[in-house]
């Protein structure tokens, strides 16, 4: 069939002689404002074109012209009622540019290639268990009652760069739970009033987010849910560069671009709700970066049994709300001092990690400080983790700081007994993580056990076998007493004989003390 049906409209006709062309049918004025499919300008008979006409051209459209591919190509049109294409074989290439849907459109089900709809309003898509072919674009859309996207399988790309969502009645801006996308997804600068759902999701590429503005429904809900999730690649968490968004009409972000610079104009993640990753799946990184999180005390950023080679969290300020690393595991655990809550606002139980790469410095008592501020009681797995680490570094010095930590931190959940022991450990050795101080020790009872045998030389066992009297020598003997320092033969009186035991007692305590950190240093040798 040459011609279209004679009870279509003239804009109609000649959509269908665009569809035979594979051209742009194109019906915009060249005025931004008027142009604006989210805008309040009213469009007349001559922008308009029903639903059933493209559902008619997709579905039982004319053979091509001669040397032509067929292709539905519109753009600045009104589109009236239903259009529903669930369960259709979409054979064609569909693209769409600043149209506005009267009603929702139905495509769950369907089959298709590749379908772009740019910078289009659509009342609600519902695209359940769709299947395509190529990439689904819906860049700069307003989608004002929500999307729905469950169990689709899309076989590139998914654009969803500065889409404006809004919620459904259940409170999602966004369903896609058992979502496949072969390659990436971009959501870049999207803006979301509703949670955002991903869970069980598979992303055989990259998953980003940067400069995304996502609003809960209510403040106690969710605004990002990525439970079971499974990035072939990286998630990007973070912020987005303003230059080549602002300025230009682009929809695609910019890749795996380069870290933000310091000072340029960005806008960062902000998340309004709880934020789950719970038991997601990173293949080559998570990346936290310039991003804020807003959240209320029934509220966390859950990045529990998560498992990925890399972990970045370096937001420029922490999360206002709880951080649950549970159970996490992790390769290199990239982070700043600044971005962790404090008062026990962070998880670490059972969370581990294979090396630390702090993004700026993190002295030794800054990471103690982090395990104190994230404990609310005692816990000694972190500290062995931190420890571990720290040794796998090379850092021996700041891994015995940890366990000295942990020593002091463990004495305050001891009942009293134990507390004043370990008070007393700590004071003499430092619960053995201080040889100096014990080597200190050592010295001071040797001057003072010298000092009293000086004043109070005893007398020989046997007077005509008396070694020669050395005071130094025979305190020495005691404070070491598995050296043998010819100073035996002296019987002391009463009192030297309890200075002598007092002697021998805390050489026996502190020179193991000295022995161990020396052993230590031999080792590391």
């Not at 469009?43 to 059933?52: K, L, N, Q």
């Not at 912020?239 to 968004?245: C, V, Y």
């Not at 050489?507 to 022995?515: I, K, Q």
Request: glycine share 10%; hydrophobic share 40%.
């Amino acid at each position: 069939m040459d011609h279209a049906p004679g009870d279509w409209t003239p804009t109609e006709q000649r959509l269908w002689q665009a569809f035979r062309q594979g051209s742009v049918h194109d019906l915009r004025v060249g005025d931004d404002t008027l142009d604006d499919a989210a805008g309040p300008a009213v469009w007349g008979p001559s922008r308009t074109v029903r639903a059933e006409v493209i559902a008619k051209l997709l579905l039982a459209g004319p053979e091509p012209s001669p040397g032509r591919v067929a292709s539905l190509k519109l753009s600045g049109a009104l589109i009236t009622g239903p259009l529903v294409l669930a369960g259709a074989d979409i054979r064609h290439y569909v693209e769409l540019h600043q149209c506005r849907f009267e009603r929702k459109v139905l495509i769950s089900e369907a089959r298709a290639g590749t379908v772009r709809l740019i910078s289009c309003l659509i009342p609600r898509l519902e695209a359940s268990r769709l299947a395509t072919e190529g990439d689904l674009h819906l860049a700069r859309c307003h989608l004002p009652q929500g999307l729905r996207l469950t169990d689709a399988k899309i076989g590139t790309d998914l654009l969803l760069n500065q889409a404006v969502i809004g919620a459904d009645r259940h409170g999602r801006a966004l369903s896609g739970e058992g979502l496949t996308v072969s390659q990436d997804l971009e959501a870049d600068r999207i803006t979301a009033h509703g949670e955002v759902s991903l869970r069980s999701a598979r992303i055989g590429g990259r998953l980003s987010l940067r400069g995304a503005q996502l609003h809960a429904a209510a403040e106690d809900r969710n605004c990002l849910n990525l439970a079971h999730i499974t990035v072939g690649h990286t998630l990007y968490l973070g912020g987005s560069l303003d230059g080549g968004w602002a300025d230009s009409r682009t929809i695609y972000g910019d890749g795996y671009g380069a870290p933000i610079p310091p000072g340029a104009a960005s806008t960062p993640l902000r998340a309004f709700g709880g934020v789950r990753l719970v038991d997601g799946r990173f293949e080559n990184a998570c990346l936290i970066t310039n991003a804020e999180f807003h959240l209320s005390e029934q509220q966390e950023l859950s990045l529990r049994r998560i498992q990925t080679p890399e972990l970045r969290i370096t937001c420029p300020t922490p999360p206002r709300g709880r951080v649950s690393l549970s159970r996490a595991r992790v390769g290199n655990l990239v982070d700043s001092p600044e971005s962790w809550p404090r008062d026990g606002l962070v998880g670490l139980t059972g969370f581990t990690y294979d090396s630390l790469r702090p993004d700026r410095p993190f002295t030794v008592r800054q990471r103690i400080s982090w395990l104190e501020n994230a404990l609310a009681e005692y816990r000694p797995e972190p500290y062995e983790q931190l420890a571990a680490a720290l040794r796998r570094d090379g850092r021996d010095d700041d891994a015995r700081e940890v366990q000295y930590a942990k020593q002091r931190r463990r004495r305050a959940a001891l009942p009293l007994p134990g507390r004043l022991w370990g008070v007393l450990q700590d004071f003499t050795v430092g619960y053995g993580y201080r040889p100096g101080r014990a080597a200190l020790w050592l010295v001071l009872a040797w001057g003072l056990g010298t000092a009293y045998f000086a004043e109070h030389p005893p007398p020989p066992l046997k007077a005509d076998e008396a070694p020669a009297w050395n005071a130094p020598l025979y305190a020495l003997s005691k404070v070491i007493p598995v050296v043998d320092l010819g100073q035996g033969g002296w019987n002391p009186d009463r009192p030297g004989q309890w200075v002598a035991a007092a002697l021998v007692i805390t050489g026996w305590l502190l020179a193991t003390t000295v022995v161990t950190a020396a052993t230590r240093l031999l080792q590391r040798g």
